[in-house]
């Protein structure tokens, strides 16, 4: 199965629970099937890639992103009708990255599963539907989060 995943974050180190559930899932997935990870390089010093990731993934991109200030992002928010966290997270540049790799992997085989983690991401794939027997997961980690909000 070749799989596109798609982090909000770099999930190395493993240091804080969102990184660790998406090591994990890159290792376990990394066994059994072809896997292309596509995140972002958040540090300019950013740590090496542990070996077991290098090992899972077939391909890795890190893509360097702008940084935006705080007051930035709340004036996109506020002209946006999209939620704070896709507001917060969103970067052209990733977006471009997923263009551009999902295209390169279409043309050379069949792209059977978008591995997507947090909604957040999900706006990476738009104006880039997916093709036909394409399926997108997405791993909404923090569900439990909106499940309580709903009290």
Not at 33 to 57: F, G, N, R
Request: proline residues 6%; glycine residues 4%.
């Amino acid at each position: 199965m070749r799989i596109l995943m798609i982090s909000p974050v770099c999930p190395w180190p493993p240091n804080s629970g969102d990184k660790i559930r998406i090591f994990q899932s890159i290792k376990y997935l990394g066994k059994s099937s072809e896997l292309h990870l596509l995140c972002p390089a958040e540090e300019a010093d950013q740590p090496t890639i542990p070996t077991e990731i290098e090992k899972a993934c077939r391909t890795i991109t890190q893509v360097k992103t702008r940084g935006r200030t705080r007051v930035r992002t709340l004036v996109n928010y506020l002209m946006s009708a999209d939620p704070w966290r896709v507001v917060k997270f969103h970067s052209d540049e990733m977006k471009n990255a997923f263009q551009n790799i999902s295209s390169v992997l279409r043309s050379t085989g069949r792209l059977d599963l978008i591995y997507v983690h947090f909604m957040n991401s999900l706006s990476y794939l738009a104006g880039n539907a997916p093709a036909e027997r394409e399926i997108v997961v997405v791993d909404e980690h923090n569900s439990d989060e909106r499940y309580s909000q709903s009290f």
